[in-house]
């Protein structure tokens, strides 16, 4: 799903007609800026506080991804989950059209990215940054914009291009967490092996220019939990994520992708609460969940708003059980389907029901669960 998530979030960019104008972030700057004055922040404490709540270990938040593509609805989204969050995603998938014609990376970060972290630092949130190379609807792929320009990550020109862009925006937006390389595992299951092996180049290299020039970011990529629990193929059993930590020995961090319905748990309260936390036993590494969630409503994979409600419930015993440095879903909002664009062939399938409020920004129940796990003290 990422890819689709970044995609769309790059697609209401800089010169996207929306609501018959154009809106870029850095044309809202000074809009969005006055408004932080009188929008309430998020504090650096992790929120409001209730008595005799055990303190949390991470940090929460969300993309600023909309329900559909409009600039408009994308501040109102992100000032209704900003109350109820202490960091936020950016999370980009490389603008690949404009770096084969020779963009410079540095331009394109400030024309694009700059303008919503700084947004989100208004608002008092830290900022984790995610660059993904490769297809999220589609792990057995390239990114879709290479394909359609006929070109391949397996380049080392591509690489190259890769790498830059990485570093300008770390460069240019100073995130404290930034990843490098997404859900490996699955890449590396049902990729062609030279795709695989063009990640683990352009994820270590990246991770080493990054490095070069910012000696505090933790660097980090992510891997698939049901992958590592073997739950995406019929009687697998638990494989770990020891090769990944051994193809990209820079990781500081795991992050985790996981979607447990997707997976063949028909009831939260089956997920184990060791399903990270086996993940690094014997071998300490802090863990970051990046994305995933229970959905609330998806034909074909137990999704009810009563079990999403149950999922915050037991996901928040299985970051405790992890010590987990961060929780975070993509979506804080339910996906607009018949308003929301898709590469062509793909479909948001079960991810369109991820939120925790509608396509209407209305609650569902598991948000005050959320809300109940953010009112913990943050260690």
Known sequence: MALLLRGTMTAIGPGTPTGGRRATWGALGLLVLASAIWLQCSDDDGGP???????????????????????????????LWATRADAALILS?????????????????RGDQLGLANYYRSKGLRIIASVDPTNGLNRASESQALVDAGRSLTEPAIQQLYRRYVTALDTLIHPEYLSVASETNLIRAIAPPALYAAVVAAGNGAAADVRAVDPTVKIFGTVQV???????????????????????????????????????????????????????TGNPLPE????????????????????????????????????????????????????????????????????????????????????????????
């Open 49 to 79: 506080t209730g008595p005799g709540l055990p303190p949390r270990t991470y940090v929460m938040g969300f993309s600023g991804l909309p329900p559909r593509p409009d600039i408009n609805l994308t501040i109102q989204t992100i000032n």
């Open 226 to 280: 049901e992958v590592a629990w073997g739950k995406l193929v019929p009687n697998g059993s638990f494989v770990g994520v020891d090769q990944d930590r051994t193809d990209f020995p820079f990781l500081q961090v795991l992050g985790l992708s996981s979607y447990p319905y997707l997976g063949g748990f028909t009831d939260p309260d089956s997920v184990p609460t060791d399903y990270y936390s086996a993940l690094t």
């Open 288 to 379: 970051m969940v990046i994305e995933g969630g229970w959905a609330s409503d998806s034909a074909g994979v137990a999704g009810t708003p009563e079990k999403q409600d149950r999922y915050i419930t037991r996901h928040e015993a299985i970051l405790d059980r992890a010590q987990a440095i961060g929780w975070f879903q993509i979506t804080f909002t339910d996906l607009d389907v018949a308003n929301f664009p898709v590469p062509p062939g793909t479909s948001l399938g079960p991810f369109a029901h991820l939120g925790l409020v509608d396509k209407d920004l209305a609650p569902k129940p598991a948000l005050a669960e959320w809300d109940a796990a953010f009112r913990r003290l943050r260690e």
């Open 93 to 109: 998938e490389p603008p690949w059209a404009s770096l084969i014609a020779g963009a410079a990376p540095d331009s394109l970060v």
